[in-house]
């Protein structure tokens, strides 16, 4: 009998670096506009979240 370790996948890493990126840089961005702390690390959170259960949040960002 043989097993494929390639049925065995688990959450790919680069997908989460991309979130970490994105958000990174929605949170730097908004932090460039003036936006206090507290919103930035919102925003940021809310980019990775998002970002991590595969939402696409540009839209939703409009109503941030």
């Known amino acids: 009998m043989t097993l494929s370790l390639s049925s065995f996948n688990t959450s790919d890493n680069s997908e989460i670096r991309d979130c970490a990126a ?18 930035v690390y919102a925003l940021t959170d809310f980019v990775y979240t998002a970002c991590e259960s595969g939402t696409d949040y540009m839209f939703l960002l409009m109503n941030f």
Do not use: I, L, V
Request: no cysteine.
């Open 22 to 39: 994105q958000a990174w840089e929605a949170g730097s961005e908004a932090e460039n506009m003036g936006a206090p702390p507290s919103d």
